[in-house]
């Protein structure tokens, strides 16, 4: 579980909402996998002296001014494919 932030229970309702609503206060570094949740990742979030976060949800929806890096070379997060972002339907 090295580099991983957050956790979700596999057995969760398709559609479980995960809200990060930003503020300078918020920084997430690792991996948020919550593969059945919706995630909300709003403005202000304040990662960017954070190397590394990974976002794995049903669905992912950026809002307003937020910033994400996913350099995760030289941390215990493995990278999750491709070094490009993709969309899946």
């Known amino acids: 579980y090295s ?3 957050m956790f979700g229970d596999r057995d969760m309702p398709v559609g479980t909402s995960f ?3 930003g503020g300078t206060d918020q920084v997430l ?3 948020v996998y919550v593969p059945k949740g919706d995630i909300e990742y709003a403005g ?3 990662n960017t002296n954070v190397k590394c976060t990974q976002l794995i949800g049903d669905t ?3 809002v307003g001014n937020s910033t994400l890096k996913i350099n995760c070379s ?6 999750i ?3 490009q972002a993709s969309l899946v339907e």
């Open 29 to 31: 570094a690792g991996a």
């Open 81 to 83: 494919g491709a070094s």
């Open 74 to 79: 030289d941390t215990p997060v493995k990278s």
């Open 60 to 62: 992912i929806s950026f």
């Open 19 to 21: 809200k990060f609503n």
């Open 44 to 46: 202000g979030a304040n």
């Open 3 to 5: 580099g991983i932030a």
